[in-house]
C-alpha cells in the first residue's frame, strides 16, 4: 500500500468462551484497527471515492457532515487526502479527543450548542449543516443517516465476517446513524439467511421507539430514527442503560485486554444480558461487532472522576463507588 489509509478492513477477529462456556464463542470484530481508529473508515473512504467517481462532487467541493465524533475524524483523514475542505459539525457531546483529531486531520469544526426539542442536539446539527449547505457553493453534505452509500460501505464487513468464522449464529451490532447495521445485515441475510442480526441501542435514544433523554455516551443511540435503517433486517433488538456500557468496558479490558470505546461497551453488555440464564447446549457462535478505541473515551468511561461525578445520577441498577472500588 502507498498510504495507512488504504489499510481498511481485514480487521482481526479474536476468539473467546464467554464465561468458560466452550458451547458459547465470542468472536471479537476489532473495527478499532482500521486507519483511523474506528469503523468509520469503511464509509468515510468508500463514499468519497464513489462520489469522485460518479462525479457528483469534484476537487472543489466542500464536504460538510453532522458527527459525535468517529464519522468525522474518518472523514477529515480521508478529505484530507483527496484534498478536499471537511467541515464537521458537533455539539458539546464530543469527547476532547476525537475533537482535536477533526482538526489534527484538517477538519473545520462548527459546534452546536443549544439542545433540540429532545434534550440531544443532533436534530440542531442537522439544522445548521442545512444552513451551511444553503451558504456554500458547491457543498455536499454526506448525510450518513440517509445515504445509500453508507450501507453499502459495510458489505465488506459482511463479507468479511462469513470468510472468516463460517458459521455465524448472532451478530450483535450498535446502531446510530444505521449504516453499519443496514450494510452488514442485509450482506449477512443474503449470504447466511439463518443468522439472527442484534441490533443494540441504549437508553434516551429513539431509534426503535424508546423515549428521549440526555445520554452522556456518544457513538451510539440517536436523537432521530434514521431513514436508511429502514433497509436494515434486524431480528431483535436489546437495550442497555448507560452504566451497563461503562461496566462492560471495564470488563473488556480487564478480561480480554480489550481497551474499546462506548459502544463496543453497549454491544457487550447487550451479549451477556442476551444470553444470561439461557442454557446453552450446543455450540453457538456470536459475533460482536467493536466500533472504535477507548483512547477516545479516557475524560469520560476511563475517567474514574468524571464517572463518580456524572454517572451516579443516571444509574438505576449499580452502586457506582462500589464498583469503582472493586
Same mark, same amino acid.
Given at each position: 500500500?502507498? @498510504? *495507512?489509509?488504504?489499510?481498511?478492513?481485514?480487521?482481526?477477529?479474536?476468539?473467546?468462551?464467554?464465561?468458560?462456556?466452550?458451547?458459547?464463542?465470542?468472536?471479537?470484530?476489532?473495527?478499532?484497527?482500521?486507519?483511523?481508529?474506528? &469503523?468509520?473508515?469503511?464509509?468515510? #473512504?468508500?463514499?468519497?471515492? !464513489?462520489?469522485?467517481?460518479?462525479?457528483?462532487?469534484?476537487q472543489n467541493t466542500t464536504?460538510?457532515? $453532522?458527527?459525535?465524533?468517529?464519522?468525522?475524524?474518518? *472523514?477529515?483523514?480521508? @478529505?484530507?487526502?483527496?484534498?478536499?475542505?471537511?467541515?464537521?459539525?458537533?455539539?458539546?457531546?464530543? +469527547?476532547?479527543?476525537?475533537?482535536?483529531?477533526?482538526?489534527?486531520?484538517?477538519g473545520i469544526v462548527i459546534?452546536?450548542?443549544?439542545?433540540?426539542?429532545?434534550?440531544?442536539?443532533?436534530?440542531?446539527?442537522?439544522?445548521?449543516?442545512?444552513?451551511?449547505?444553503?451558504?456554500?457553493?458547491? $457543498?455536499?453534505?454526506?448525510?450518513?443517516?440517509?445515504?445509500? %452509500?453508507?450501507?453499502?460501505a459495510y458489505h465488506t464487513?459482511?463479507? /468479511?465476517?462469513?470468510?472468516?468464522?463460517?458459521?455465524?449464529?448472532?451478530?450483535?451490532?450498535?446502531? $446510530?446513524?444505521?449504516?453499519?447495521? +443496514?450494510?452488514?445485515?442485509?450482506?449477512?441475510?443474503? *449470504?447466511?439467511? /439463518?443468522?439472527?442480526?442484534?441490533?443494540?441501542?441504549?437508553?434516551?435514544?429513539?431509534?426503535?421507539?424508546?423515549?428521549?433523554?440526555?445520554? %452522556?455516551?456518544?457513538?451510539?443511540?440517536?436523537?432521530?430514527?434514521?431513514?436508511? %435503517?429502514?433497509?436494515?433486517?434486524?431480528?431483535?433488538?436489546?437495550?442497555?442503560?448507560? %452504566?451497563?456500557? &461503562?461496566? $462492560?468496558?471495564?470488563?473488556?479490558?480487564?478480561?480480554?485486554?480489550?481497551?474499546?470505546?462506548?459502544?463496543?461497551? #453497549?454491544?457487550?453488555?447487550?451479549?451477556?444480558?442476551?444470553?444470561?440464564?439461557?442454557?446453552?447446549?450446543?455450540?453457538?457462535?456470536?459475533?460482536?461487532?467493536?466500533?472504535?478505541?477507548?483512547?477516545?473515551? !479516557?475524560?469520560?468511561?476511563?475517567?474514574?472522576?468524571? @464517572?463518580?461525578?456524572?454517572?451516579?445520577?443516571? #444509574?438505576?441498577?449499580?452502586?457506582?463507588?462500589?464498583?469503582?472500588?472493586?
Amino acid at each position: 500500500m502507498n @498510504c *495507512l489509509l488504504d489499510k481498511i478492513g481485514n480487521t482481526p477477529l479474536v476468539h473467546h468462551h464467554y464465561n468458560d462456556n466452550k458451547k458459547l464463542n465470542l468472536f471479537f470484530k476489532l473495527e478499532l484497527y482500521n486507519p483511523t481508529g474506528s &469503523i468509520k473508515d469503511r464509509a468515510a #473512504s468508500y463514499m468519497l471515492k !464513489t462520489l469522485l467517481k460518479r462525479k457528483i462532487i469534484n476537487q472543489n467541493t466542500t464536504i460538510i457532515e $453532522s458527527s459525535s465524533g468517529n464519522f468525522g475524524i474518518a *472523514l477529515a483523514a480521508h @478529505c484530507r487526502r483527496h484534498k478536499l475542505k471537511f467541515i464537521c459539525v458537533v455539539d458539546p457531546h464530543i +469527547t476532547p479527543i476525537n475533537e482535536i483529531l477533526v482538526k489534527a486531520y484538517g477538519g473545520i469544526v462548527i459546534k452546536v450548542t443549544q439542545p433540540d426539542e429532545n434534550g440531544g442536539f443532533l436534530i440542531n446539527r442537522i439544522k445548521r449543516v442545512n444552513e451551511l449547505v444553503n451558504e456554500i457553493d458547491n $457543498s455536499y453534505w454526506i448525510n450518513q443517516y440517509e445515504n445509500p %452509500l453508507n450501507a453499502e460501505a459495510y458489505h465488506t464487513l459482511g463479507e /468479511e465476517l462469513v470468510n472468516e468464522v463460517k458459521k455465524i449464529d448472532y451478530i450483535f451490532l450498535g446502531v $446510530s446513524s444505521g449504516g453499519t447495521i +443496514t450494510g452488514v445485515s442485509t450482506k449477512i441475510k443474503e *449470504l447466511l439467511p /439463518e443468522t439472527k442480526i442484534i441490533a443494540v441501542d441504549v437508553e434516551g435514544s429513539v431509534i426503535f421507539g424508546g423515549q428521549p433523554k440526555k445520554r %452522556l455516551i456518544p457513538g451510539i443511540g440517536s436523537s432521530k430514527v434514521p431513514e436508511i %435503517l429502514k433497509d436494515a433486517k434486524i431480528d431483535e433488538v436489546v437495550m442497555i442503560d448507560e %452504566l451497563e456500557t &461503562i461496566k $462492560s468496558c471495564h470488563e473488556l479490558m480487564e478480561k480480554y485486554y480489550i481497551f474499546a470505546g462506548g459502544s463496543s461497551g #453497549s454491544v457487550y453488555a447487550a451479549i451477556k444480558k442476551y444470553f444470561n440464564g439461557k442454557n446453552i447446549n450446543k455450540s453457538v457462535n456470536v459475533v460482536a461487532i467493536l466500533a472504535d478505541r477507548g483512547e477516545r473515551y !479516557t475524560n469520560t468511561i476511563y475517567n474514574e472522576e468524571w @464517572c463518580k461525578k456524572y454517572i451516579r445520577e443516571y #444509574s438505576k441498577l449499580y452502586v457506582l463507588e462500589e464498583e469503582l472500588n472493586n
